[in-house]
T-cell receptor, first 111, second 117 residues
Framework: GEDVEQSLFLSVREGDSSVINCTYT??????LYWYKQEPGAGLQLLTY?????DMKQDQRLTVLLNKKDKHLSLRIADTQTGDSAIYFC???????????FGKGTSLLVTP | GAVVSQHPSRVICKSGTSVKIECRSL??????MFWYRQFPKQSLMLMAT?????????EQGVEKDKFLINHASLTLSTLTVTSAHPEDSSFYIC?????????????FGSGTRLTVV
């Protein structure tokens, strides 16, 4: 299937901004998502963006999409220790298709 | 809204037995449900897509006779791991696709940790 790639690990200090990057290969991707998974838990939808958008901001979260380069990023402002988790980038063509996930980026926030 | 309730959250079973995992959509109708498997420190791998009232579509390499999926109603999909073996130990997550007004996305169950001993 099509690939979704993410860096595997990111460490930041509390209060700094975190930027998690993702690239995908499917040019038919219409919806792009960021999910958060805490240890032993399911997935929590953080935010999503449509392929016809360049940027979306939601409180501390900013998503940037470069459709030409098939690059998606998630910026978390004022990162807190509670933000430590695994963040998955995912894409799909439509809601009738399964999500295609990246391997996840493990974010560690240190005091 | 748009909650998927998944049970059990954790199960330990003996080799050779079968385990059923249920996913219920509590406040919406899930015409399509996806079942994923996640190994430790790895991504979610799609196992199958189930549509209400029809046979599930399995991904390549997933044994349909071992992982039985039933989606008999718009609010319930089940995954039965038959004749479980230790290599089936994993984290299983269901997901329903939904389209609610301006929110397009998927909602996930909380996952089932299966350990086969």
């Amino acid at each position: 299937g099509e690939d979704v790639e993410q860096s595997l690990f990111l460490s930041v200090r509390e209060g700094d901004s975190s930027v998690i990057n993702c690239t995908y290969t499917d040019s038919s991707s219409t919806y792009l998502y960021w999910y958060k998974q805490e240890p032993g838990a399911g997935l929590q939808l953080l935010t999503y963006i449509f392929s016809n958008m360049d940027m979306k901001q939601d409180q501390r979260l900013t998503v940037l999409l470069n459709k030409k380069d098939k690059h998606l990023s998630l910026r978390i402002a004022d990162t807190q220790t509670g933000d430590s988790a695994i963040y998955f980038c995912a894409e799909s063509r439509s809601s009738g298709y399964a999500l295609n996930f990246g391997k996840g980026t493990s974010l560690l926030v240190t005091p | 809204g748009a909650v998927v309730s998944q049970h059990p959250s954790r199960v330990i079973c003996k080799s050779g037995t079968s385990v059923k995992i249920e996913c219920r959509s509590l406040d919406f109708q899930a015409t399509t449900m996806f079942w994923y498997r996640q190994f430790p420190k790895q991504s979610l791998m799609l196992m199958a897509t189930s549509n209400e009232g029809s046979k599930a579509t399995y991904e390549q390499g997933v044994e349909k006779d071992k992982f039985l999926i039933n989606h008999a109603s718009l609010t319930l999909s089940t995954l039965t791991v038959t004749s479980a073996h230790p290599e089936d130990s994993s984290f299983y997550i269901c997901s329903a696709s939904l389209s609610l007004g301006s929110l397009y996305g998927y909602t996930f169950g909380s996952g089932t940790r299966l350990t086969v001993v």
